[in-house]
């Protein structure tokens, strides 16, 4: 499949290509900034369960197994 779309990119004239590009090139800076917005949630998301398992005592290593966060990022929690 790769190689087909890559011989219609080809037969496209050099304006059409360039109007390619500049559409896929903003299609992808979409998606990755989807994909990045997801992953901060993510991870705001371990830092409130691991401020909240803090408050409660739990152990600092069963808090870092189960969300993935290092013994850094759980600690600076502590501040908080």
Do not use: C, H, P
């Amino acid at each position: 499949m790769q190689i087909l779309e890559l011989a219609k990119y080809y037969s496209l004239s050099t304006e059409e290509q360039n109007v390619y590009d500049i559409a896929f090139n903003k299609a992808w800076a979409t998606f990755d900034a989807v994909e990045t917005a997801k992953k901060e949630s993510r991870k705001a998301e371990k830092l409130e369960i691991a401020k909240s398992l803090l408050k409660n005592n739990v152990d600092l290593l069963v808090i870092e197994l189960s969300t993935g966060l290092s013994q850094e990022e759980i600690l600076s929690l502590k501040d908080l």
